[in-house]
């Protein structure tokens, strides 16, 4: 399998930094990593907690940063000043939508709701075959464990199938997210399950 090119990746982070220097850390190595790679930093746009530290860390490393600004932030004085390039568009909606268009693959690292609800619709986009993006999860110390035991537990309940559960990719090293979002393809699968039989 030719891996894939990888030129582009949406960072999905916390807009607080957490109550773990190791997240900012992780942070400021992915932004660094991805500026070494040459691979261009799509974000939300803002100076806030883990993601300001990600874009930061790109642009220290003289990397390409675009940020995505909702109107709303962008009013209250949130967009990053240093960006390579970014775009203020109306709402929440359409930022996402730029964002899954912009990159190539997804990467998130810890967040509150608002990662979590980036990072599920461009998962049921690929689900629905509407998508052929890669995402994976930085799991920085552990961050992510209770998220993988939950898709285990829809797996087990009949509502996922394992090729979609197992799409989603965790990693805890930095260094190896590229490299399996490079190797990920697109499971062959739709994501309707049979009903259980009546006894």
């Not at 003289?62 to 995505?68: F, L």
């Not at 961050?143 to 559960?165: I, Q, V």
Request: charged share 20%; net charge neutral; glycine share 10%.
């Amino acid at each position: 399998m030719t891996p894939r090119t990888i030129k582009s990746v949406a960072v999905y982070c916390g807009s607080n930094f957490g109550n773990s220097s190791h997240y900012a850390t992780q942070a400021k190595a992915l932004g660094t990593y991805l500026a070494n790679q040459q691979v261009t930093l799509i974000y939300g746009g803002t100076r806030k907690g883990l993601m300001g530290v990600v874009a930061d860390a790109v642009l220290e490393n003289h990397g390409q940063v675009i940020g995505i600004l909702p109107q709303n932030l962008f009013d209250k004085g949130q967009l990053h000043p240093g960006l390579s390039n970014f775009e203020v568009v109306a709402d929440l909606k359409i930022r996402k939508s730029r964002m899954e268009i912009l990159a190539d693959a997804f990467i998130a690292l810890p967040g509150g709701y608002g990662t979590l609800e980036e990072l599920f619709q461009v998962l049921t986009l690929t689900q629905l075959e509407l998508m052929d993006k890669p995402t994976c999860m930085l799991n920085v110390e552990g961050f992510y464990d209770p998220l993988s035991s939950m898709l285990s537990a829809m797996t087990n309940s009949g509502f996922l199938k394992k090729e979609h559960m197992d799409m989603l990719l965790f990693e805890g090293d930095v260094h190896g997210v590229l490299e399996k979002l490079r190797q990920w393809t697109r499971p062959q699968v739709n994501k309707w399950i049979d009903p259980p039989k009546s006894t």
